[in-house]
């Protein structure tokens, strides 16, 4: 009935879509700044540390206390930035690292915004967060602001042609751009991805480190060269909001590994199809980002573009050869493709 009531009533189905809209930022938010604490408590365990242990219980209030920090420091624009761009450029970048969640399927329940060609459409958003990391080197004026700029555009459009030859991988197994479908498609803990597509899944790991711009692939940020990278110019919290859309791209990321590999929501023992598995599953892959980081040295810039150009492309437009030939032989392409 209540289901009825939103379809008929607008008031009700724009108070509903605006809620849950809030819900879904606030839970990122929160996720977003808790990735952050884990990032440091995994990376000092690993180094023999401590890690934040100070505000509250374990630290668990630490993001907290950094957020409340950046919030009140005075925001710096250069004399010769251009000011509407500077302003501009971590605006851009973390409401595009957001927009993505809408698309996200958290259960059987279906998403905020259900896209047919749900893959195309995070695809593209994911693409313009480069206007945001160059608007923010260019703004700047400065030379260190805008090579970093230019390092990390370069970077993630490279990474991102491979991404996409191993997302058609994925295309061709399920014969749907819709996230929803290609969940539905794994309902099975034997029907994941990643055990027959388990090259793409590697691939598509690496590629999500360097799209994100996280080591050993952080070029960009490279603080021997570069000081801070893009955003050497900006504070408080212009400097939170790219931190923010950095975080929550990964997880991102982590999520899109999970639905394009991993069964989605769905658990591996096939007890209970809950929301929670999806979250552990993300937890689970955030966890191997972290060790990544804490296990590899950072990669000069030439070694990341010949690794990007020269290894992962070749190898992903091979692999969807390699797909689409067995799904041919076997009879295995899907029905929509089949027919065209």
């Not at 251009?82 to 690292?97: G, Q, T, V, Y």
């Amino acid at each position: 009935m209540f289901l009825l009531n939103i379809a008929i009533n607008p008031f009700i189905f724009v108070f509903y879509t605006v809620l849950y809209t809030l819900l879904t930022i606030i839970c990122v938010l929160i996720s977003v700044a808790y990735f952050t604490l884990l990032d440091r408590k995994i990376m000092a365990a690993m180094q023999r540390r401590r890690g934040p242990n100070v505000v509250g219980f374990w630290g668990l209030l630490q993001p907290l206390a950094d957020g409340l920090k950046l919030l009140i420091k005075e925001s710096i624009v250069p004399i010769n930035a251009n000011s509407f761009l500077f302003i501009l450029a971590p605006l851009l970048a973390f409401i595009l690292s957001l927009v993505n969640w809408a698309l996200i399927p958290y259960s059987s329940s279906g998403s905020l915004v259900d896209v047919e060609v749900g893959i195309l459409f995070v695809f593209a958003i994911s693409s313009f967060g480069v206007y945001g990391i160059i608007l923010a080197g260019w703004a700047s004026n400065s030379k260190y602001a805008f090579l970093g700029a230019l390092r990390a555009s370069a970077q993630m459009i490279s990474y991102e042609v491979s991404i996409g030859f191993i997302i058609i991988s994925v295309l061709l197994c399920v014969g749907s751009t819709n996230l929803f479908q290609i969940v539905i498609h794994q309902d099975n803990f034997f029907y994941w991805h990643c055990w027959y597509l388990w090259p793409q899944f590697l691939l598509f790991f690496f590629s999500a480190l360097a799209e994100t711009n996280r080591a050993p692939f952080d070029l960009a940020e490279a603080e021997a060269e570069l000081v801070a990278g893009y955003f050497v110019e900006y504070s408080a919290m212009a400097f939170a909001l790219f931190f923010l859309g950095e975080y929550s791209n990964m997880l991102v990321m982590c999520s899109l590994l999970a639905i394009f590999f991993c069964g989605g929501w769905f658990a591996p023992i096939g007890i209970l199809e809950f929301p929670i598995w999806l979250g552990l599953k993300i937890a689970i892959i955030a966890f191997w980002f972290v060790w990544v980081r804490a296990t590899y040295p950072r990669l000069r810039y030439d070694q990341l573009m010949q690794l990007g150009w020269k290894s992962f492309l070749p190898v992903s437009v091979g692999l969807v050869i390699v797909v689409a030939g067995l799904l041919l032989i076997f009879d295995g392409l899907p029905n929509d493709l089949v027919s065209l």
